[in-house]
């Protein structure tokens, strides 16, 4: 039903929305969802970011499983904001090291993070300049599990199970649109795809420019936690049982209690790679105010890519207070592992 742009209005009232925005084209007869169904999510392109779940009847699920809305022909209200704030709806894989103002490998004084804990050092001290009231971390359960934690105070980042990479998807995106109702500075940390879906959520909705601060991770691919957790036991690992989750070198490495460890090559995990990652080119976050990975820099640090004014106030704060150490990072590196991607990932597949 091309040219069918009415305008929708919500009742603010009934579901906390006013929104007055031009419907967007279907390209099939369907409610709004089925349009989302069939272009995004049967066609295996949807990356799991969750943006989706903007949903003002909460009827999209974004869990540990391909995101779904049961019985939508019945309870879809039709308005369009799954397909609008969607990256992969209508898409144009992005790729390469994108524009930045600055690039080195650092290390937090403060913290213990995955490698140098800059993710949390950024966001701790976006906290303590006031550019946001709170952050959106993903720490993990007794058996790995990933959830979503809201971070206001620094002293919180001392927990490691708050710091660290988990290598499932997390729903930070419907977490954001439980807090954006009463908070106003808030900071988001995300792989690629989750910083490309706020970014056309900020530019759809203007409402979420309260995203003051968002951190994207290095990423060539993601998991379903059940499917990482089957996978590996079948393999004769156990995530449940993990104190420290890792790549490096080729290998996923499993870091337990009494020190010992288990391996498996990567390309094992290509099997259970979800559809939607092998379709992102995204390897250095290009749309994050800063991007941070491990690749790149020595045992210790990240590498962090610097690309807005704010991650430059707020590194130029945590240089003056003293936070962290810095070191060469190199380029040819992240360079390579952008590139790589592009290759592995063609768009459209053939
Ligand atoms: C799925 C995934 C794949 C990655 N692949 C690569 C790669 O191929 N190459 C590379 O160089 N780096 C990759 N990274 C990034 C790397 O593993 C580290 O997260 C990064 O170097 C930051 O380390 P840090 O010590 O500075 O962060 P820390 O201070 O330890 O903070 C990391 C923060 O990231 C957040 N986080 C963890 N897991 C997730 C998740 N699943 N979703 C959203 N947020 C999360 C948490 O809030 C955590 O506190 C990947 C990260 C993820 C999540």
């Given at each position: 039903m091309r040219g069918d742009k009415q305008i929708v209005v919500l009742d603010p009232k009934k579901y906390k929305y006013n929104w007055k925005v031009e419907r967007p084209e279907r390209v099939e007869r369907s409610k709004y969802f089925g349009n989302l169904k069939t272009v995004v999510i049967d066609s295996g392109i949807c990356s799991h970011c969750g943006t989706c779940a903007i949903c003002p009847v909460k009827g999209i699920i974004v869990e540990d499983k391909p995101v779904d809305f049961p019985n939508w022909k019945r309870l879809c209200i039709d308005c369009g904001a799954c397909i609008r704030v969607?990256?992969?709806?209508?898409y144009t894989p992005i790729s390469g090291i994108g524009d930045y103002i600055e690039v080195f490998a650092g290390k937090s004084k403060r913290f213990v993070g995955q490698d140098g804990a800059m993710v949390s050092e950024f966001m701790a001290s976006a906290l303590e300049m006031g550019v946001i009231d709170v952050a959106l971390f993903v720490s993990r359960d007794d058996e790995f599990r990933p959830y979503v934690v809201h971070v206001k105070y620094k002293e919180q980042l001392k927990d490691t199970r708050i710091t660290g990479t988990k290598y499932s998807f997390a729903p930070v995106m419907p977490e954001l649109y439980e807090i954006a109702r009463y908070v106003d500075g808030i900071g988001i940390i995300g792989t690629p795809c989750m910083v490309s879906g706020v970014r056309k959520l900020q530019k759809e909705i203007p409402f979420y420019e309260k995203i003051k601060f968002t951190i994207g991770l290095f990423c060539t691919e993601n998991f379903y936690y059940w499917q990482l957790k089957e996978f590996l036991a079948e393999k004769g690992g156990d995530l449940t049982k993990a104190t420290k989750t890792d790549i490096k070198k080729g290998e996923f490495i499993i870091d337990y209690a009494d020190g010992s460890s288990f391996r498996i090559s990567v390309k094992e995990l290509e099997e259970i790679v979800p559809s939607g990652c092998k379709v992102c080119q995204d390897f250095s976050a290009i749309e994050a105010d800063v991007s941070i990975g491990s690749v790149g820099s020595k045992d210790g640090f990240s590498s962090v890519i610097i690309r807005s004014k704010i991650g430059k106030e707020v590194y130029d704060y945590m240089n003056e207070k003293g936070y962290i150490e810095t070191d060469e990072v190199k380029m040819s590196v992240i360079q390579r592992l952008c590139e790589y991607k592009v290759k592995i990932h063609p768009y459209p597949r053939y």
């Open positions: 969607c990256p992969r709806y209508t």
